[in-house]
């Protein structure tokens, strides 16, 4: 039997119409105004669509604007292709093509990118959000209910390996990620969650997702600035952040403040293992920082640290959240505690695959496990600790060496600000592991490689120490270490 759920945007506007829905500079509206927009923006978009539309493509940044055509298109049971502003044109039309897009809607401030894809991609509609207010609004039939098992959003993986693939996330994976999430993190009356993370990675969705389910504010900027981060957590107006590593470097370093509100309770830190100096500074300032572990795939996090746990664990992601599963495998077993192997999920919030990818999704899943191509392992109370991706594995001699091991030692260096690091082809060793740093003024190798011997086994010490002005980092700032190699190129 289907399991049906009643249109979520209708039924929070009939349950807290007054509440507050979304924040915005200083405007600001409430879940009775929001779904009378998205009504009449999903009357604007379905006379642009053939009949029986199935997929419309959104190239948009964080505005509110963004947030009306996405609430717009689940009005009207539309699955939305969520583009990265930060790609090339190319590399957008590669996912337009795959994912069969009937409709491009972008923003005034991709202007350009826009322009780039109509050229390209001539068959495939394109109108800008600005235009798209100045068309007719049709009477429509709204969706009254979902169904969970439909597909809600598509988001292309960053692609470390191969073309990107299409993840389905379905209404389900959404609804269950959203209930797991605030099982561990709890509920508060006075909660809002700020949203300095793109809204076309999953992050970022999930957080409008569950001010809908929750009743609570988003609290919505339109790219993240650590200064303004800063004021919002101690103004008292944020109770709940997600953020990456490179976000909460630039927040610690711009912090006057000596701490933040009370009423901040919760920064959820995701996009990969945070370094623990950065957690130990967090600690120190009374930051309430809690690691999770989730990944496009897993519509959001899948594992995040109890408030209980987090000092008493640092570093760890936690355990699974509540409807889910996750274990560590070597070979075809299951790993010991503290035994190193990739990582296994299973739960309702699971993708139930990638579009047109058949060999890759028989691959994926077996016996209703993903494999997740990261690399982990379960202490003896069965805390999960990730190490790293599979693909970003150095193997050097035969010993494997984890970047983010070497990255937490750079970063706990008091002149680098950022750190990278990945394997180098070497005729003797196979690979060896190259470091590339930022820093606020010309550092020496030699001093970066006799601290790393004071901390490392010799064979994680780099090869190489490449002072850089920027990491490259994807658009929801996880940093791609496969182009590192391309910042040798630049140097010479």
């Known amino acids: 039997m289907e399991t049906i759920t009643p249109n979520w945007l209708q039924k929070r506007a009939d349950l807290s119409p007054e509440r507050t829905a979304l924040i915005f500079n200083d405007q600001s509206w409430t879940f009775e105004e929001i779904f009378k927009i998205a009504k009449k923006t999903a009357g604007k978009i379905v006379g642009l669509l053939p009949r029986n539309s199935s997929r419309v493509a959104i190239l948009m940044n964080n505005t509110p604007e963004a947030v009306w055509v996405i609430y717009g298109l689940q009005q009207l049971g539309i699955e939305t292709v969520f583009l990265n502003s930060k790609l090339t044109a190319s590399e957008l039309a590669f ?18 990118r826009a322009n780039e894809l109509s050229e390209a991609l001539t068959d ?45 996330q379905t209404f389900g994976n959404h609804w269950w990620s959203a209930t797991g999430s605030v099982l561990n ?3 508060q009356e006075n909660d809002s969650w700020l949203c300095a993370v793109p809204i076309f990675h999953i992050s970022g969705l999930s957080i409008l ?46 912090q006057e403040n000596p701490s933040y509100h009370p009423a901040f309770r919760c920064l959820l830190a995701g996009g990969g293992p945070v370094p623990k100096p950065l957690l130990e500074v967090c600690k120190e300032r009374n930051i309430p920082v809690f690691q999770t ?45 503290m035994q190193e192997g990739e990582i296994f999920v299973k739960g309702p919030n699971i993708t139930k695959g990638y579009l047109n990818r058949d060999e890759v999704n028989a691959a994926s899943f077996k016996d209703g496990w993903f494999s997740t191509g990261d690399l982990g392992f379960k202490d003896e109370e069965g805390f999960v600790y990730i190490l790293d991706r599979r693909s970003d594995l150095i193997i050097s001699g035969g010993e494997n060496i984890y970047p983010a091991e070497i990255e937490e030692i750079l970063l706990s260096h008091d002149e680098v600000t950022d750190a990278g690091v990945t394997g180098i082809p070497d005729k003797k060793w196979g690979h060896v592991p190259y470091g590339f740093v930022v820093a606020g003024k010309p550092i020496n190798e030699e001093e970066i490689f006799a601290f790393c011997r004071e901390r490392l086994a010799s064979y994680k010490v780099p090869k190489r120490i490449i002072q850089v002005d920027q990491l490259p980092r994807n658009g929801a700032n996880k940093l791609m270490r496969r182009l590192l190699s391309q910042l040798i190129e630049n140097e010479k």
């Not at 209980?308 to 560590?328: H, M, T, V, Y």
Request: hydrophobic share 40%.
């Open 95 to 112: 996912q337009l093509i795959d994912s069969e897009t009937e409709l491009i809607i972008y923003d005034r401030l991709l202007k350009n």
């Open 124 to 168: 495939i509609p394109i109108i800008s959000v600005t235009d798209l207010a100045e068309r007719p609004t049709f009477e429509i039939a709204i969706r009254e209910e979902y169904r969970l098992d439909d597909v809600c959003s598509i988001m292309y993986t960053s692609g470390t390996t191969g073309k990107p693939k299409g993840v389905l």
């Open 185 to 187: 993190i709890g509920l």
């Open 209 to 254: 997702i569950r001010s809908i389910i929750y009743g609570i504010p988003v609290i919505l900027v339109e790219k993240f600035d650590g200064k303004l981060v800063n004021s919002l957590l101690s103004s008292g107006e944020v109770t709940i952040m997600s953020a990456v590593t490179a976000m909460i470097n630039r927040m610690l370093s711009e």
């Open 293 to 337: 572990y989730g990944m496009t795939e897993t519509s959001s996090q899948i594992a995040t640290l109890s408030p209980e746990d987090s000092l008493r664990k640092l570093g760890s992601a936690g355990k699974p959240l509540f409807p889910s599963q996750l274990k560590i495998m070597v070979e075809q077993e299951e790993a010991k505690p």
